[in-house]
T-cell receptor
């Protein structure tokens, strides 16, 4: 079955440092989404990527979808304490809304 | 607009007991999900319902049953709870329509402990 892995599992950074999490799927995806979950909260949608090679930016966050539509990355520039949380990717295969989530990357930002 | 509402928020069960987690959404969404989240394991799909009357197994369906009662409601039942089912359970939904976007909206979570 479809599997989605993320690395790293944990990342501690000093405030102001950059952060990147990588997402890899065992199957080709029709689209990929990214979510953020604050401690004790529920996942909240950040963005969706659909096209091969697509790059989208949201302020300090940059999202990429690989050319083969099997991998993706989220890069945060100059982290802030408000970036603390777990970041998940979620992918679905063509023709379905059945989303499989990645294992997540927990980000801690040290002030 | 409540979004996705799930109950109960907290529950303690004894091994072998049964219970049903209730979920309802008021966004007229077609697709609904049940995920479980364990520390360090991310979100794992238990069951998925593409539309009213249909359900599909996810990654970890064993020990669970679901019912898509109508378009709004999607319940998750544990027939004989086991300690391995101690987890946080999230219900979620998305429009499931091609031109409507696929944002998945989550409920607040249900913390279930099986002793």
């Amino acid at each position: 079955g479809q599997q989605v892995m993320q690395i790293p599992q944990y990342q501690h950074v000093q405030e102001g440092e950059d952060f990147t999490t990588y997402c890899n799927s065992s199957t080709t995806l029709s689209n990929i989404q990214w979510y953020k979950q604050r401690p004790g909260g529920h996942p909240v949608f950040l963005i969706q990527l659909v096209k091969s090679g697509e790059v989208k930016k949201q302020k300090r966050l940059t999202f990429q979808f690989g050319e083969a539509k099997k991998n993706s990355s989220l890069h945060i520039t100059a982290t802030q304490t408000t970036d603390v949380g777990t970041y998940f990717c979620a992918g679905s295969t063509s023709g379905t809304y059945k989303y499989i989530f990645g294992t997540g990357t927990r980000l801690k930002v040290l002030a | 607009n409540a979004g996705v509402t799930q109950t109960p928020k907290f529950q303690v069960l004894k091994t072998g007991q049964s219970m049903t987690l209730q979920c309802a959404q008021d966004m007229n969404h077609n697709s609904m999900y049940w995920y479980r989240q364990d520390p360090g394991m991310g979100l794992r799909l238990i069951y998925y319902s593409a539309s009213e009357g249909t359900t599909d197994k996810g990654e970890v369906p064993n020990g669970y049953n679901v019912s898509r009662l109508n378009k709004r409601e999607f319940s998750l039942r544990l027939e004989s709870a086991a300690p391995s089912q101690t987890s946080v359970y999230f219900c979620a939904s998305t429009s499931g329509r091609r031109l409507s976007g696929n944002t998945i909206y989550f409920g607040e979570g249900s913390w279930l402990t099986v002793v």
